[in-house]
């Protein structure tokens, strides 16, 4: 095996929160607003892909123990397509991660340092994720395990003060349409939620296997819950001009005024999203990297890190030419990849393995 | 300016390798193979895209593969008036 480390299951609940929360509530709730309107709040409930994708990983895991999805796939569909289904499997969340830091890159320069050319900052994000990868996943563990509770401790901070000034009349009518508006601002939630398909690669690793199910159920409810509270608020305060922003959370933390002492708070949301987008990336680049490296059979993977690095960071570069072009593929054409990708395909996965086995059960018995 | 950039390509590329190429002993053949083969990628495409930066890549091969899907949202959207 070529990665020797451990990590607990709660550290790879924790990494899997941090690989999803922090983008989600940056981006997502204008998207989300377009079609929820004031249903904004219970798109985060509808979160199927989420289960589906914890299911299929579970159970591929538990069919195949110590093997991760690439691996899997030779087993399940034969060495040639499964090396083709594995390598078209990397390429994607190797995209995926090019998108992720161009989010990162595009609301750092957008929001804080304005006059910083992109690649700067893309490129010393990368830099510092290809240096924790190096060292292995049990430091992307501690990362995350080091990290959330700042995370949390910093988003309570910037909802606590502003509760006085919610307008809880900003929700209502509930469900004035029924459910369909909810449903649909689902929709680019799910493909938040079905990242969560990269716990099959951080499973294997897992010193722990009997505590798993329960601690990523724990990490669904929780990201669900983090959603729900972040979307509330900013519905509350925002009311009808949540769409018109491109990062609605980011107008909280700037609204707060504590005693007209404690003002412009952004540099909190900042930290927030800089410490949550680095274990998100590195999480992403360590999937790619070491799915590569058991893809070609390698005996390491550290020496291909820093390559693979500059590739993301020139694909950060190439997804789109602008914040709008990338936030429109985001809300549409890349959602449906990603749920074909991350959601489809472990499915189909799943249930070829399932039926094999049935088939060669009968078999063997005859 | 663009032939700066190749220029600045080139010498993070070149850092990586003297970086990396050392610590990678005399039978990681595999291993060296991989790493030269990802970073001339790296190059070329970096290379390809200081001057030709609109070339099309994988977004635009997903919006042509999920067209009709796509479509079939915007129609949604337009009937909650955006």
Known sequence: MIEKGKISASQMGKMMYLAITPTAILTTPAITYQFAKQDLWISPIWAFSGLIAVYAALRLHARFPGRNLVQMCECIVGRLPGKLLGGLFLLFNMYLNGIIIREYSEFVIGAFLLQTPLTVVSGSMVLASAMAVRSGVEIVGRFAELFLPAFITLFLLIIFPIIPDLHLSNMLPIMGEGMMPSLMGAFVLQAWFSELITASFFLPFVADQKKVTKSILIVLLMIVLTLIVSNLATLLLLGNVTGSYTYPFLILARYINLFEFFTHLEAIFMAIWVLGAFVKICVFFYVAVLGAAQWLKLSDYRPIVFPFGFLLTLISMWVAPNLQKLNDAISKSVSFAVLTMFVAVPVLLLCLAWGKRRLWGIAAKK | ?82
Request: glycine residues 10%; charged residues 15%.
């Open chain 2, 1 to 82: 300016m663009k032939w700066a950039s190749v220029l600045g390509i080139a010498a993070v590329l070149g850092l990586m390798t003297l970086y990396e190429w050392p610590k990678m002993k005399g039978n990681m053949k595999k291993e060296k193979i991989t790493f030269a083969a990802v970073t001339l990628a790296g190059g070329i495409l970096a290379v390809w895209l200081v001057f030709y930066p609109g070339t099309p890549g994988p977004t635009q091969l997903f919006d042509f593969l999920y067209k009709p899907l796509v479509h079939y949202i915007e129609n949604l959207t337009a009937e909650r008036g955006g």
